[in-house]
């Protein structure tokens, strides 16, 4: 069950997460050996301590949800998220840009908090939702020029969450040069396996418990 549980990224991404709910999904990370830990900023100090001494790592997101502040910003949050004990960072990219078919911003964007996290796991979210099949397949390729580690499906805030389609086709995409992290409304066993089997090496969800259950 160990090597399962190894896939989730145990996320609380809600605006009103008060300081017990954060310390309740680390205590059941810890007990779970769950991968990480996923939260925002404000609370990326709090999780690093509640977690200190184990193998779960605290990941925060950047950009987050909406990927549209400048580079700068972005950057300024994940050395922040650093500082404050960030073992693993999810940005999101400049959609907006992507549309525009601004890929040099979009690399450079990605480029800068890669930079910024050093040798720390980068998770690019690209919000498939949003994007066409081939915004998709364009994104992860800039993603994968860029230095990511991971390309993500979603944010879980947008119009939609990740789905197998989205999840082969990005896995497709950066083959063995990258991960894919799977994202938004996974709420049960049968898709977290349908994603796994899809090609998903790291899921992102808050029904972590309800799945593994």
């Known amino acids: 069950m160990d090597e399962f549980n190894r896939y989730f990224d145990h996320t609380i991404l809600k605006p009103d997460a008060t300081k017990e709910q954060v310390d309740k999904i680390c205590d059941e990370a810890l007990k779970e050996h769950f991968a990480s830990v996923c939260v925002n900023g404000y609370r990326t100090k709090q ?21 549209a502040v400048p580079a700068e910003v972005k950057v300024f949050e994940t ?7 960030a073992d693993e960072v999810d940005m999101v990219i400049n959609i907006g840009a992507l549309k525009d078919c601004d ?12 930079k910024a996290c050093g040798d720390r796991v980068l998770k690019v979210i690209i919000e498939t939702c949003l994007l066409n099949e081939d915004e998709k397949v364009k994104a992860c390729e800039i993603a994968l020029k860029a230095g990511a580690d991971y390309v993500k499906t979603s944010t879980g805030f947008s119009t939609g969450g990740a789905n197998v389609d989205d999840v082969r086709l990005m896995k497709d995409i950066v083959g063995d040069m990258a991960k ?24 992102g969800t808050s029904a972590t418990m309800n799945i593994i259950n």
């Not at 050395?79 to 004990?85: L, P, Q, V």
């Open 79 to 85: 050395r922040k998220a650093i500082e404050d004990g």
């Open 180 to 203: 894919v992290k799977a994202s938004g409304g996974i709420h049960d066993y049968a898709q977290a396996m349908d994603m796994i089997n899809a090609g998903a090496d790291r899921l």
């Open 47 to 67: 999780v690093k301590e509640r977690l200190e001494g184990s193998e779960v790592k605290t990941c925060t997101v950047v950009g987050f949800p909406l990927g």
């Open 103 to 114: 890929y040099d911003y979009v690399q450079e964007d990605i480029v800068q908090v890669k």
